[in-house]
Each structure stands twice: as C-alpha cells, then as structure tokens.
C-alpha cells in the first residue's frame, strides 16, 4: 500500500514538472516577445528624440517603454517563481531516492553476508539435499533461484537509482545557474526601471512648463479630428447608400424576372429607385451577412493594421496623460510604428472609398458585410475604390510627421454608422 502511495505521488510530481516546464516555455516566448517589442519601442524613440520638437512625444514612447520593461520583470519573476518550484520538487524526488538507496544498500549488504556464509556449492546442494520430500527439495531448490535472481534485480534497481540520483543533482545543478541567471537579469531590468522612470519625471516636468502651448495644440487637433470625423461619417452613410441602393436594383430585377414582366432595364431601375434607401443601416445580402458574420467571428484575433507599433492613444473620451483635467476624445486608436512602414488590412473587404482627408492625410475605408475599417494618416494609398482586397494586403504607406518624426496610423472600426472601439477586435500578438 505504501508503495502505490509513492507511486501515485510520483506520478503526480512528473505531471507537475511537465506543465511548469511548459509554461516555462510559454514565459521564455513571452519575455521574447517583450524584449524585441522593448527593442523597437527604443529605436522609435531615438528617431523621435533626434527630430523632436515638442517633449509630448517623447513622453509618449517613453510611457510604453516603462509599461514593455513592467511586463518584462514581472513575466521574469513568474518564470523564476515556476523554477522554484520545479526546484523544489526535484529536491523532493532527490530525497525520496535518498532514502530508498539508503534502505536498498542495507538490505543488499545483509543479503551479501547471508550469501557469503552460505557461498558454498556444498552447501547449497546439503540445503536442497537435506529435504524431507521430493517436492520440499523440490521447493528449496526454486527457494535459491529467486533469492539469486531477487539479488541481481536489487543490485540493478541500487545501479538504476544511482542513476537517477545523478541525473536530477545535475538537473538541479543547472536550475541552480538558471535561477541566479534570473535574478541578476530581473535585478538590471528594475535598475533600468528605475532610471526610465526618473527620465519620465523629468520629461513631465519639463511638459507642465508649456502647458498653455500644449493644451492649445491638442484643441487645435481635437477640432481637426472632429471635422475628419464628420467627413468620414459622411462617406460611410453614402457607402451604405450606394450598397443599399445596388441591392434595391438587383431585388427589382429578381421581381421582374419572377413575374415576367418583360419591364426594360430603364423601367427595372426607376421602380428600384422609388424604394427609400437607408443611409444609417445596411440591408445585407446573403453574401454580405456572410462576411459580416466571418468578420465579427474575429472578434480579438484581427491582425493589426500595422506589422509592428504600440497603442499611444486609446479609444474614446480619455484624460490626458499630464493634465488630467483635459479631455481627449478620440473615434479610434491611434498606434505609433516604424517609420516607412505599411498600413495593411486586417480582414478581408472590398475597398468602399479612398479618402483625401487634407494635402497630407489621406485614407482607406474597407467594407465587410456591414462593418467598415478605416485606415487613416496615409500618406500615399496603393489600392483603389472596389478592389477586393485580402487580410494583410498592403493598403498604403503610413505617414511620418516631419516636425515630430513620429509614424502614427488612426484604425477605425465601424458598424454602420456605429464607432467601436478596435482594440478589442486586434489580437494581443
């Protein structure tokens, strides 16, 4: 019964190891995955701080840096949590083999004495010898062979245990290193932490002195985004008329066919156009509900509009980051990447329009059933209004500010005329 006690704990313990040593895996991708996004966010910086104008961008950049370099150290601290652990459970395991070498050695040497006194071929053959019956001997003699056979296998589980013993002292050994690797390396990122965060002070400070400039900047751009807004919201009524408006035809072409009417393609389309067309709501078609429903099945696990970059300003109405008493509304999210890099589709669509938002700002609205994407702060467009497109088709080439060398793209993401927030349909790389 003990046995199967220890059994069932070892097998529970291996069970263990194995799922930490894949989250194990999991956190090394993760930290990975940080450190290259830690790398980027660096190199966006010195091209920004080498151009800049105005210490808000910075801040920006540098705001993202500290929240990489947080998830950083604490994704560290979890994987040298589950190192311990693991630490701790091959301790266990190098105890319990301990102890069972320890009895197993006792019980080996006592069989080697008994053995030794009774080594002789003579004796062995008085033992079976001396037997009352033919099925005593008979007995005796089979006797002798186990205890030989038990013998070997005892010197043989002492050799395989050994082994083992060996083999999880090394492993420990080398979790050993790996846990003070950990350390050292969580300790530098906290230093390193500590320092961004001085900068960040600085730069803060450094913010509040041109409050008045600041706060009219973003005035200004709050009514420039608003104008865009309504520009935008324009062009989408007009695409979900002119798609309500194709659909309406192609019903009154069915209907004419259907009756045999014999009505000319002139006629068809005037009693199509005396149908009310919506320009708030799509009236989806079979293949539109399609789409539209392939697309919302996506929901968290859209590429983004950019290979590469970070959210520097949310969806929706916000505080600002220095000045919490200023409200900044934004109708998507804007996503700071790399200068020179491509805007791209996260879903497939079809191109509604392409938008001329100001000399140096243009856009991309993509329609999916009844849900339209917008890809705005181009600075050139590379599709055209009704190309199919396909999920990560280059769509145009983001916008890098020449006063303040930034590379930002604006993502909208609509239904109707409904604005959602799109971070939440992106996946979370």
């Avoid at 492993?171 to 320092?195: I, S």
């Avoid at 067309?277 to 509900?289: A, F, G």
């Avoid at 505080?319 to 700071?336: Q, R």
Wanted: proline residues 2%; charged residues 30%; hydrophobic residues 35%.
């Amino acid at each position: 019964m003990p046995k199967f006690f220890l059994s069932l704990l070892f097998m529970c313990m291996t069970s263990m190891m194995w799922s930490q040593s894949s989250q194990q895996e999991k956190l090394e991708q993760r930290k990975a995955e940080i450190q290259r996004e830690i790398r980027e966010n660096e190199k966006m910086l010195q091209n920004v701080k080498s151009k800049e104008k105005s210490a808000m961008n910075v801040f920006l950049i540098q705001k993202n840096k500290i929240r990489l370099k947080e998830t950083l150290i604490n994704t560290t601290e979890k994987q040298t949590k589950l190192l311990a652990n693991d630490m701790y459970i091959n301790q266990m395991k190098i105890n319990k083999l301990n102890k069972e070498l320890e009895v197993l050695k006792v019980d080996y040497a006592r069989m080697i004495v008994k053995s030794y006194k009774s080594r002789s071929e003579q004796s062995r053959a008085m033992f079976i010898l001396s037997a009352e019956n033919f099925l005593q001997a008979y007995k005796r003699a089979q006797y002798l062979k186990q205890y030989t056979s038990f013998r070997k296998n005892q010197g043989e589980e002492i050799k395989s245990k050994s082994t083992q013993l060996v083999t999880y002292n090394d492993k420990l050994n080398v979790q050993k290193v790996a846990k003070q690797k950990l350390l050292v390396e969580n300790r530098k990122e906290k230093e390193g932490l500590v320092k961004e965060k001085k900068e960040q002070e600085k730069l803060v400070n450094l913010i509040k002195k041109d409050k008045n400039r600041i706060v009219s900047d973003i005035r200004k751009k709050q009514r420039e985004s608003k104008t865009i807004d309504k520009q935008i919201d324009r062009l989408i009524r007009e695409a979900i008329a002119e798609a309500n408006r194709k659909a309406a035809l192609e019903k009154a072409k069915a209907r004419a066919l259907a009756s045999n009417s014999g009505a000319s393609k002139k006629e068809v389309a005037a009693e199509a156009a005396k149908e009310s067309v919506s320009s708030s709501r799509i009236e989806l078609t079979p293949e539109d509900k399609l789409i539209a429903d392939n697309f919302k099945a996506n929901r968290g696990s859209l590429p983004w509009p950019v290979e590469k970059g970070f959210i520097s300003l949310g969806y929706g109405d916000q505080a600002h980051p220095i000045y919490n008493t200023l409200v900044i509304h934004n109708s998507g999210v804007e996503i700071t990447t790399n200068e020179g890099a491509n805007a791209r589709a996260v879903f497939g669509g079809e191109v509604a329009s392409i938008m001329v938002l100001s000399p140096v700002n243009k856009a991309v609205m993509i329609q999916h059933g009844d849900y339209f994407t917008i890809y705005q702060n181009l600075s050139s467009v590379s599709v055209s209004k009704g190309d199919k497109i396909s999920i990560k088709q280059n769509l145009g080439k983001v916008r890098t500010n020449g006063d303040t060398g930034k590379t930002i793209i604006k993502f909208l993401l609509l239904q109707n005329t409904t604005y959602t927030n799109p971070q939440g349909w992106l996946s979370t790389k």
